[in-house]
């Protein structure tokens, strides 16, 4: 059965609905954009199909950041176990970020922590898109 689901990234004002195939796996699921339901003005000028990419690519390379900083970061997480059983480390509280114009993302850290342009490159080198996240 065809579902329909709206999705509100946390990484920018976007809103956008989508549809999904329930009798397909869910680790191998298609999902396709149906419309924008709102468009942030980092978004404006996408069709609907290139909004959607957009947001997925902005929402996983902010999940990816956190994700390197929690490992960069000891003292910002705490560790719990995954679903197997095996320790992985998260972040106590979220970070602050946002999306700058040209979608270049901003990642705020405690302001105790130091060597924030260390740490900015070392994201850099591990995206392998420089100049895609600011660490301030
Ligand atoms: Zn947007």
Redesign the pocket.
Known sequence: MIRRTTWRPDT???VIEFEWDDSQPEDSRQTTPVRGIS??S??QDLNTQEQYNA?IEDNSRKNKVEQMLAELLPELTDTVQDVDKNPVKVLKKPLEHKYLPGRILEIKLPSEIQGKKVIENELHARLKESMKVVVV
């Open positions: 920018c004002g976007c468009v942030c980092l978004h947001l």
